[in-house]
């Protein structure tokens, strides 16, 4: 079968692939065999699943339990579905057993259930355990989390910053991550935040990273883009 799968679903799926689009997430992905990118648009892979989802519950949860998959748009599948769950003790259930199986950015930040909307409060717990798995896109999507539902204000808890600097991992994903966390954290919860550059915590890459990405930022004045630049890390530092 097209997908090396079992599920007979996939079997029309193939004929939505793109060789432009292909080419095009390559590039964005680079760290993957690009034998495993068929190029097929996320609308195609977002109307199947609220297909999938609405008249095939058996041949969906087949789905989600046969892992790993083999090409990037099964993993996209995939959490578009977890996306789609109203359950939120299934979904984290479900996003434990699949987070071992991430090898992409893109599978990763892409994944946002509407659903933590409503649960915020027990993210943190979620956020900690996904950190302690000590693996690449786990320790990535705990970071996305947090970025995307516990930095407004009515939830905000400094702890979760605190908990983030517990992490050591060197890898680019995690770096970049850790970086983009932080300078959301500088916008958006600036009298906490600030603290951790100025007393220079971060290595040199994500110290400078995050204030690169504070200065690129249109959410912040003038001069505190200005005082943030003299929080870098130079090589004579």
């Not at 959410?219 to 505190?224: A, G, I, K, P, V």
């Amino acid at each position: 079968m097209i997908f090396g799968m079992k599920n007979l679903f996939f079997k029309n799926f193939y004929e939505f692939s793109d060789l432009k689009y292909k080419q095009f997430i390559e590039k964005l992905i680079p760290n993957i065999d690009k034998g495993k990118i068929l190029g097929i648009k996320a609308k195609y892979i977002d109307n199947f699943a609220k297909s999938l989802i609405l008249n095939d519950e058996q041949q969906m949860l087949l789905f989600l339990n046969s892992l790993p998959h083999y090409y990037l748009e099964e993993n996209l599948l995939h959490i578009k579905l977890l996306s789609l769950f109203d359950d939120y003790q299934i979904l984290i259930k479900y996003i434990g057993n699949f987070l071992p199986y991430i090898d992409n950015w893109m599978v990763c930040d892409s994944l946002i259930p509407k659903i933590f909307n409503k649960n915020k409060n027990k993210l943190f717990f979620e956020i900690d355990k996904w950190i302690k798995l000590n693996q690449t896109y786990s320790i990535r999507y705990a970071l996305i989390v947090a970025l995307k539902f516990l930095l407004n204000n009515n939830i905000f808890d400094e702890k979760i910053i605190s908990l983030f600097l517990t992490i050591k991992n060197n890898d680019y994903y995690v770096k970049m991550a850790i970086a983009w966390f932080f300078s959301e954290a500088i916008i958006k919860q600036y009298s906490v935040s600030i603290k951790y550059l100025e007393n220079k915590i971060f290595d040199k890459w994500i110290q400078n990273k995050i204030i690169s990405k504070c200065c690129d930022s249109k959410r912040l004045t003038d001069d505190t883009k200005k005082y943030l630049k003299s929080l870098r890390i130079n090589n004579e530092n």
